[in-house]
Nanobody, 125 residues
């Protein structure tokens, strides 16, 4: 069994930075690619970023490329999402998830098996 716990969500002004950690509890964290998704009110959950098991390769949605950065520390069983140059349209609940199947940079929710409870990010204009 794996448990994922996100934190770091906050109310921030547009243009500001924020860092979201996702702690994984389970022995196999370092064997899996991880992803971040987000869901704004009234919309579906959308892919934000993913990282392979070693942390050597990252993948991003076009909407966040150049502003967000995903990383991981396998010694700490934690994956991070650094959010920079935030915009009001980045307002959403952010979720981390473990990839079960598909390519490492998969944006398909069905390729992810374990999900965290989410953390709220609100960007004011």
């Amino acid at each position: 069994h794996v448990q994922l716990v996100e934190s770091g969500g906050a109310l921030v002004q547009a243009g500001g930075p924020l860092r979201l950690p996702c702690a994984a509890f389970g022995r196999t964290f370092r064997s899996y690619a991880m992803g971040w998704f987000r869901q704004a009110p009234g919309t579906g959950r959308e892919f934000v970023a993913a990282i392979n098991f070693s942390g050597g390769t990252a993948y991003y949605a076009d909407s966040v490329k150049g502003r967000f950065s995903i990383s991981r520390d396998n010694a700490k069983n934690t994956v991070y999402l650094q959010l920079n140059s935030l915009k009001p349209e980045d307002t959403a609940v952010y979720y981390c998830a473990r990839r079960r199947s598909g390519p490492p940079g998969s944006s398909d929710l069905r390729d992810y098996d374990y999900w965290g409870q989410g953390t709220q990010v609100t960007v004011s204009s």
